[in-house]
């Protein structure tokens, strides 16, 4: 399956963005999907996830009730909605499947899209 993330951009501290994964390909086995994100100079760290069928999410503490995951199976598509952005979320964002119920060890990634918050 290939995952195709987009979306980020440049937004002021308290702004929101929307970012999207699509997956193709081997889609019709549909995967758990999750956000990971890497600031400069920092390893990657887990930001939220989805379970296949979307009854689970997961967030990491930093992010939790400010951001948002959901998908549409029909669009195959994942959509982490983010608000209340902070500077310290800046970072490159990478989407990933796991073909397990939910995500453990990431099977495939997205290329990644920039999300840079200015204060």
């Known amino acids: 399956v290939q995952l195709q993330a987009s979306g980020g951009g440049l937004v002021q501290a308290g702004g929101s963005l929307r970012l999207s994964c699509a997956a193709s390909g081997r889609t019709s086995v549909t995967y758990a999907i999750g956000w990971f994100r890497q600031a400069p100079g920092k390893e990657r760290e887990f930001v939220t996830s989805?379970?296949?069928?979307?009854?689970?999410?997961y967030y990491a503490d930093s992010v939790k009730g400010r951001f948002t995951i959901s998908r549409d199976n029909a669009k195959n598509t994942v959509y982490l909605q983010m608000n209340s952005l902070k500077p310290e979320d800046t970072a490159v964002y990478y989407c990933a499947a796991d073909s397990s119920r939910v995500v453990v060890t990431p099977n495939y990634w997205g290329q990644g899209t920039q999300v840079t918050v200015s204060s």
């Open positions: 989805i379970s296949r069928s979307g009854d689970s999410t």
